[in-house]
């Protein structure tokens, strides 16, 4: 297999402390509501233009049809199809503002992301957002760099993506429970300027919950793996049409005017999506990717991401490679891992050599245990 398609690349071992509490925080504590979400949820560039452009457009093309059809009733046949289309092109402009408005982005966003409501408890500081978790599992954070909208207003803090399937995590002022509202903006600004992970999401690292002998060591994992043959060709495929779309609906416009043109739009790329949204999202670049830590003993690999634990046997590996100073290893269903020297755990950087032995020793076993064809 070719090293380029192997979906887990090694990067370099970043020492963990933004676990030990030593750092001013700002701590989080109380409940999400759907509200909140939608006094928080930001508002794109684009979409403001939408808006603002449905509004002129159901003035212009909506409001006074209507109106010069009423003045002119004595003209019945001019004045219903004035009435008819003023009436048509207000009702789609109006679904238009409807769909795009906040508290529809803020429905179709928890939809996706049930967990965005609901409990919050946890805290900011030069990493990023750390979720605490009351429920036993593994608390995991996320870093400042993941995070493309950051805004701080009277209602709270809002943490959003674009990348991927955009998102916005929705901090209320009621839940900020050891800083002052007027500091917020400020601790903020500074957390961000201090940061310096990369874009990643994490399981917080317990180091000392390793076994004595083992490995420890972190690497990074791609959310998605990569796009198949027929994967990239059904996006092509959509991208085309949403092309032909834009294109269309400009001559639309001209012609016929905005109201018909939005709808054209929205009518073909809104199916377009709907058949090709599967490998349209697939396609997208994610916000972050996992940090995923862990620990390798003499036949298992045991590694820690966002909702999941990970836990292979060495012995079921299909592939081990060494590849440009990497160990690289694949498994059945498809997950893998590769690690450098830079990935190991800093107090055990001496032991690659150790690591290299255990997946040889774990290859020649399942050679020997593999029955000959003869």
Not at 255 to 267: D, K, L, P
Request: proline fraction near 6%; glycine fraction near 8%; aromatic fraction near 10%.
């Amino acid at each position: 297999m070719a090293d380029a398609t192997n979906p887990y690349q090694p990067p370099s071992f970043i020492d963990q402390t933004a676990d030990t509490g030593n750092e001013e925080t700002i701590e989080l504590k109380g409940h999400v509501s759907f509200d909140d979400l939608v006094a928080l949820i930001g508002t794109p560039l684009i979409i403001r233009i939408l808006q603002i452009a449905s509004v002129i457009g159901g003035l212009t093309t909506g409001a006074l049809p209507i109106v010069f059809g009423i003045a002119n009733l004595k003209k019945t046949t001019e004045a219903f199809g004035m009435l008819g289309f003023g009436v048509v092109a207000l009702g789609v402009l109006t679904l238009v503002n409807w769909w795009v408005s906040r508290k529809q982005r803020a429905r179709r966003l928890t939809k996706q992301h049930p967990g965005i409501i609901g409990p919050l408890n946890g805290r900011l500081d030069d990493f990023g957002l750390t979720y605490r978790s009351d429920s036993g599992e593994r608390d995991y954070q996320i870093s400042w760099a993941t995070f493309s909208d950051v805004a701080v207003t009277p209602k709270g803090i809002r943490l959003g993506w674009s990348k991927g399937v955009p998102t916005t995590i929705a901090i209320p002022a009621m839940c900020i429970i050891n800083c002052p509202a007027d500091a917020i903006a400020a601790k903020v600004r500074r957390f961000r300027k201090n940061a310096t992970e990369p874009a990643i999401a994490e399981v917080v690292p317990d180091w000392d919950s390793a076994p004595e002998d083992a490995i420890r060591y972190q690497s990074f994992v791609p959310v998605k793996p990569p796009l198949s043959l027929r994967e990239a060709r059904r996006v092509k495929i959509y991208n085309g049409i949403v092309t032909a779309s834009w294109a269309s609906s400009v001559g639309l416009w001209w012609f016929y005017g905005i109201e018909v043109a939005i709808a054209f739009m929205a009518g073909t790329q809104g199916l377009a999506y709907w058949f090709f949204r599967h490998e349209f999202n697939r396609s997208q670049p994610d916000a972050y990717v996992f940090r995923m830590w862990g620990w390798i003993t003499s036949d298992a690999i045991h590694g820690y991401l966002p909702g999941q634990t990970w836990q292979r046997s060495l012995h079921d590996a299909t592939r081990r490679e060494f590849v440009n100073g990497t160990v690289q290893v694949e498994f059945p269903d498809g997950s893998g891992i590769a690690f450098s020297p830079d990935n190991l755990h800093a107090a055990d950087a001496e032991r690659w050599p150790e690591l290299i032995e255990i997946v040889n020793s774990a290859r020649n076993d399942t050679m020997r245990n593999t029955p000959s064809s003869l």
